[in-house]
C-alpha cells in the first residue's frame, strides 16, 4: 500500500543541503519510491495520506555508540579518566547481565528515535539483546560484536566467532545487521586485528575501532614498532574494507593520508571529544581528503546524551573555531554529516538521505516555532536545523514507513516503565 507524506519541505540530507518546498514523499513496502514538488507528484489515488505541517528530513544515523551505557550516564562526573575507568565503569560494567543491556538498550533506543535518529552503529556487550532492543522499539542498529581482552567475555577467537556466527544469522532485512568491534590498537593485539579485518572483509561487515582518541593511547605502541596507531594498522592490513575508526582525534597528515588511500572512514565525536578533552579532530582537512566522515554521539556515560542534533551544531563550532573560519564548515555539511555523510560513513547507502530507493526514514520537525523563523528562502531552513532547531522540535518518526515515534511519544516501548528499570538497575550496579 503506498503512503503518501506531504510535508512544509523535504531536507534530502545531501551535501549539497537541497531543500524541496511544498514537498511529497511516497513510501511503499518500506522504501522511498518518490520524493519532489507536490506539483509534480505522481497521481496516487489509493494512497494513505500523510499531511504534516513542518519539514521532513531522514533519520539521523549515528556511527558510534555504547547506548546501553545510559546505565551509567553521569557517574563519576568530574573524575579523571584512570579513576573514572577503576572506580566507576569497570566495577559496574562486572556485574552487568545480558537482561540490562538489553532493557537500557531498549530505553536509549527510544530516546535516540525520539531525538530523531533512527539508525546507531552499537559496540556493546550481548549483542543479541541489542538486537531484541531495536527490534522492540523499531530502531535501525549495526551491532559491532566487541572484541576485548575482558575477564568472562571469553578469548578473542569466541568473540570473533560470536561476530560471524551473528552475522550469517542475521535476517537480511536491513533492520539489524552485524559487524565486528575490535575495542582498540591498544587494547587488542595486532594480529587479532588483522584476523577480524579479514573476516570483515570476507563477508562484507562493518569493522569499527577506536582510533587516536586520546594524545598518548598510543604512546606504548609508538614506542615499540616507531609507528602510529594509523599506519600499524595499515602494515597490519587492517585497513581494507568497510572500516570505521571512532574519533580519529590525533591523526597526523601521514596518517589522514592513510586514511585516505583506504578508503576508510571516520566517526567523528565531538561531544564525547570536547566533554573528555580528547582533542579536536582534523574534521575540515578529512572532508577536504575526500575521507568519509559520519557523527556519532559515543556512549552515554562520555557524552552525556545520545542527541545527534547537539553533535551536528558543536561539529560545526569546533571546525570554524580549529581553523578560525567562519566558513570552514557550512550548515549544509553540518546537517549531511549527521545524515547523508554518515549513512555513506558506515557503508549503508540505503540510508541518510531522502531520494527514491532508500529506506524510508523519516524524521517530522515541528516548524510552527520561532526557531524556525524567518525563512527567507528555502535554504533557511536548513540553517536553522543546524543553529536554532532541535532534537526538542522532532515530533514524529517513521522507521521503513513504520511510525515509530508519534507527536514525541514513542508507538513502540513504554518508555516511562523503561526509565523506572533503568534507575533500579542502575543503582544495582552501583551496590547500592
Ligand atoms: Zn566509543
Keep these: 500500500m503506498l503512503q503518501r507524506f506531504t510535508a512544509r519541505a523535504v531536507v534530502v540530507g545531501d551535501r549539497a543541503g537541497t531543500v524541496v518546498p511544498d514537498a511529497v514523499v511516497d513510501v511503499e513496502d518500506g522504501l522511498i519510491a518518490w520524493v519532489g514538488p507536490a506539483a509534480e507528484a505522481p497521481g496516487a489515488a489509493d494512497a494513505r495520506i500523510t499531511a504534516l505541517r513542518g519539514v521532513l528530513t531522514p533519520g539521523l544515523v549515528n556511527t558510534h555508540s555504547h547506548a546501553p551505557m545510559v546505565l551509567f550516564r553521569g557517574q563519576g562526573e568530574g573524575l579523571p579518566l584512570d579513576r573514572w575507568l577503576r572506580e566507576v565503569m569497570w566495577p559496574r560494567e562486572a556485574r552487568l547481565t545480558p537482561e540490562d543491556v538489553e532493557v537500557a538498550m531498549t ?26 532492543a531495536v527490534t522492540a522499539t523499531g530502531a535501525r542498529a549495526v551491532i559491532a560484536n566487541p572484541l576485548i581482552g575482558l575477564p568472562g567475555f571469553g578469548s578473542f577467537d569466541e568473540q570473533l566467532d560470536t561476530a560471524l556466527r551473528l552475522a550469517a544469522g542475521a535476517a537480511g532485512d536491513g533492520q539489524v545487521e552485524y559487524g565486528i568491534g575490535p575495542h582498540s590498537a591498544y587494547t587488542v593485539p595486532l594480529p587479532v ?29 609508538l614506542a615499540t614498532s616507531g609507528a602510529s596507531v594509523p599506519s600499524l594498522l595499515a602494515a597490519h592490513d587492517v585497513l581494507g574494507g568497510r572500516v570505521l575508526g571512532a574519533h580519529c582525534v590525533h591523526m597526523d597528515d601521514g596518517d589522514l593520508e592513510l586514511w585516505r588511500e583506504y578508503d576508510a572512514a571516520v566517526a567523528h565525536c565531538p561531544g564525547s571529544n570536547t566533554k573528555l578533552a580528547s582533542g579536536t579532530a582534523r574534521l575540515r582537512d578529512m572532508l577536504d581528503l575526500g575521507i568519509r566522515v559520519g557523527l556519532g554521539t559515543d556512549g552515554p556515560a562520555s557524552n552525556d546524551n545520545l542527541d545527534l542534533f547537539e553533535d551536528l551544531r558543536l561539529a560545526a563550532q569546533l571546525a570554524r573555531l580549529r581553523e578560525r573560519d567562519a566558513t570552514a564548515l557550512t550548515a549544509p555539511e553540518a546537517f549531511w554529516l549527521a545524515t547523508g555523510a554518515a549513512a555513506a560513513a558506515i557503508g549503508r547507502e540505503d540510508l541518510g538521505q531522502l531520494t527514491a530507493g532508500r529506506r524510508a526514514d523519516l ?67 552501583a551496590g547500592r
Design 107 to 132: 530505553a536509549a533506543s527510544a530516546e535516540m528515535l525520539r531525538h530523531g535518529v533512527t539508525a546507531s552503529v552499537e559496540m556493546y556487550f550481548h549483542p543479541e539483546r541489542i538486537a531484541a
Design 193 to 221: 586485528l588483522t584476523q577480524a579485518a579479514e573476516a570483515a572483509r570476507a563477508h562484507d561487515l562493518l569493522l569499527t575501532v577506536h582510533v587516536a582518541e586520546t594524545a598518548t593511547e598510543g604512546d606504548e605502541l
Design 363 to 429: 524524521v517530522h520537525v515541528d516548524s510552527d516555532d520561532i526557531a524556525f523563523v524567518p525563512v527567507g528562502d528555502a535554504d533557511d531552513l536548513v540553517t536553522h536545523l543546524v543553529w536554532s532547531v532541535g532534537s526538542r522540535h522532532v515530533r514524529d518518526t517513521w522507521v521503513a514507513g513504520r511510525q515509530v515515534v508519534r507527536d514525541g511519544v514513542s508507538t513502540t516501548v513504554d518508555e516511562a516503565a523503561l526509565r523506572a528499570d533503568v534507575q533500579t538497575r542502575a543503582m544495582r550496579l
